[in-house]
């Protein structure tokens, strides 16, 4: 208890820290630079079950999770400053308002979602891809768990 507790608390903080650090980013740049962040790891997730679903190449599946870890961990709350809970010229966000309302369960999903990423790393440098594939699905859970709580279809 004591422990999810920490980790909720860093999360929040990490986002607030993160968060202030945006003012220096114009909104639309702060749209289009997690875009990017999440584009590229879903590409490399794509990279992942391709290896998983077919011929298993460790040393690529540990560059995949590797970025994916680094992306996650970089501090990606600081691209959800004020102004960016909607579209902003050509930059489109499919982020729902409410994320902006709701710090302490997004902190939480965000320590979740960083951890799942760490783990997958880990998993990978073993090259057991049994593990990586156990990892990789708890990363996908955390996905999904922000998903349906604060992202548009």
Known sequence: MKKSFARA?????AFSLATAA??????EDQIKFRKAGYSF???NMGKIKANL?????????????????????SGMGALYGPGTD??????????KPELFQNMPEVGKL???????????????????????????????????ACHDQFRMD
């Open 22 to 27: 945006s003012a220096q980013v114009k909104p």
């Open 110 to 144: 965000a320590t979740n979602f960083n951890a799942a990423t760490t783990e997958l790393a880990k998993a990978a440098a073993t090259g057991d891809a049994a593990a990586v594939k156990v990892a990789f699905g708890e990363v996908g859970k955390t996905c999904k």
């Open 86 to 95: 909607k579209s902003i010229g050509d930059q489109k966000t499919r982020v």
């Open 41 to 43: 790891m879903s590409w």
């Open 53 to 73: 679903d077919g011929s298993y190449d460790a040393a690529q599946v540990t560059a995949a999770a590797n970025a994916i870890a680094a992306i996650a961990n």
């Open 9 to 13: 608390t860093l999360g929040i903080l």
